[in-house]
T-cell receptor
C-alpha cells in the first residue's frame, strides 16, 4: 500500500517569513495530492491540491510543487501570518495521510 | 456549503461497552470515510464506503465495524470498546468516486475508561 512521510513534525517561523513542508510517497501510481489545514477544535479543511499531470499550483500565498520522478511534493506558504498557525497534513490519493506538521508563526 | 456533522463532540465510555459514532452529510456525496487521529500518527483510515450498504476496510479496521443504510449516514461501531481505542474520530465525505477533496466533520473525542 501507499506510505506517506511528512517533515518536519514542527515548524516555527517568524511572521512574514516563508514556510515549507515536505512529503514523500511510495506508490508511483498515486495521482492526487491534497494538503489540509486543521485548526484547533476543527476537522481538516482542504487548502490546495495538485494532480500528477501538473508540476506546480498556486493560490495567493500558498503553492504546491510536485516532483513525480522523486515522488515528493511540498507546500509553500509565503508571507506567513498568525492565522496560518495550525496543523497541516499532506495526503496521497486522498486516503493516506502524513503524520502532520504543527506550524507555529512567531509574532 | 458542505456540512458533515458528527453526533457527539465528546464521549466517555467504559471498557467493553458497544459504542456507536454517527456521521451525517448533507451534500449527497457518494463516498464516506472514518479516520482516527492520534498525536504523532496523523490520520489513519479505519473504513470507507463508496455506496449504500457497501464498505471497504482501511488501514486499521480491527476492533471496528461500520454501517451505511442510507446515503447520507455512515456509522462507526466499536463492538467492545477498549482503552486503546481512546482517540479523536473524524468522519469525512467526498464526491465523486476516486481521488477528490474530502470534507471533514469536527470530530468526536472518545475516551474509553
Amino acid at each position: 500500500g501507499e506510505n506517506v512521510e511528512q517533515h518536519p513534525s514542527t515548524l516555527s517561523v517568524q511572521e512574514g517569513d516563508s514556510a515549507v513542508i515536505k512529503c514523500t510517497y511510495s506508490d508511483s501510481a498515486s495521482n492526487y495530492f491534497p494538503w489540509y489545514k486543521q485548526e484547533l477544535g476543527k476537522g481538516p479543511q482542504l487548502i490546495i491540491d495538485i494532480r500528477s499531470n501538473v508540476g506546480e499550483k498556486k493560490d495567493q500565498r500558498i503553492a504546491v510543487t510536485l516532483n513525480k520522478t522523486a515522488k515528493h511534493f511540498s507546500l509553500h506558504i509565503t508571507e506567513t501570518q498568525p492565522e496560518d498557525s495550525a496543523v497541516y497534513f499532506c495526503a496521497a490519493n486522498g486516503l493516506t495521510f502524513g503524520k502532520g506538521t504543527h506550524l507555529i508563526i512567531q509574532p | 456549503d458542505v456540512k458533515v456533522t458528527q453526533s457527539s463532540r465528546y464521549l466517555v465510555k467504559r471498557t467493553g461497552e458497544k459504542v456507536f459514532l454517527e456521521c451525517v452529510q448533507d451534500m449527497d456525496h457518494e463516498n464516506m470515510f472514518w479516520y482516527r487521529q492520534d498525536p504523532g500518527l496523523g490520520l489513519r483510515l479505519i473504513y470507507f464506503s463508496y455506496d449504500v450498504k457497501m464498505k471497504e476496510k482501511g488501514d486499521i479496521p480491527e476492533g471496528y465495524s461500520v454501517s451505511r443504510e442510507k446515503k447520507e449516514r455512515f456509522s462507526l461501531i466499536l463492538e467492545s470498546a477498549s482503552t486503546n481505542q481512546t482517540s479523536m474520530y473524524l468522519c469525512a465525505s467526498s464526491f465523486p468516486a476516486g481521488a477528490y477533496e474530502q470534507y471533514f466533520g469536527p470530530g468526536t473525542r472518545l475516551t474509553v475508561t
